[in-house]
């Protein structure tokens, strides 16, 4: 449940963070529409090319989990320390969306391994209970970030509209809630994955 839970939330760090980050981090306001674009399109991918690809190659959902969320940590890694680049902030922020969007995926497969799982274990169906329990640890992933973000902005300083003038507190969190927090979700669920 936790990990169904971290994916939401590391997939929401990053959109959310990201008109921020590019407004007031990076200070281009006027490239906002095309980094949406480039990082919508990378969660749009993985839907539709890697995800069939990443389940032939690794065979199980569990194990395509734990190596895209590890590529993903790495992509978020480079992004984070060369991120004023922007064509390289532009190639790390596809490739770490299209292959850590694959969890929103591959967490629907999970649910279903669960509710198999407990039918050969027990011999009973918790189809209902398991398809509840996925719904609403995703809904908690999905508010933890919409608030966390503006709860993170508000403790560090940030002054609405002030282009180029964010105090040092705010842009360490628009950085850090733009790739920190999501490369450091990735890292948790991966530790999950490896030691349950």
């Known amino acids: 449940m936790l990990v169904w839970c971290l994916a939401a939330v590391g997939y929401g760090f990053m959109f959310a963070s990201s008109v921020y980050f590019m407004m007031y981090y990076i200070g281009r306001p006027d490239l906002l529409s095309l980094y949406m674009g480039i990082i919508s399109i990378g969660a749009l991918v993985p839907m539709v090319v890697l995800m069939p690809i990443a389940l032939k190659i690794f065979k199980t959902a569990q194990k395509a989990m734990l190596i895209t969320q590890l590529i993903t940590i790495v992509f978020y890694g480079i992004a984070f320390i060369f991120g004023e680049n922007l064509i390289l902030l532009y190639f790390c922020s596809f490739f770490a969306t299209a292959i850590g969007a694959m969890s929103n995926v ?29 719904g609403f640890a995703q809904k908690c992933g999905n508010t933890i970030p919409n608030t966390g973000i503006l709860a993170l902005l508000a403790v560090s300083g940030y002054i609405p509209g002030a282009i180029g003038q964010q105090p040092d507190a705010t842009m360490f969190t628009l950085h850090f809630g733009r790739v920190g927090i999501p490369a450091i979700i990735c890292l948790v669920i991966c530790i999950m994955f490896i030691f349950p």
């Open 106 to 134: 591959l967490v629907n497969i999970l649910v279903n391994d669960t509710i198999y799982f407990i039918y050969l274990k027990e011999k009973t169906s918790l189809y209902g209970t398991t398809a509840f329990l996925k």
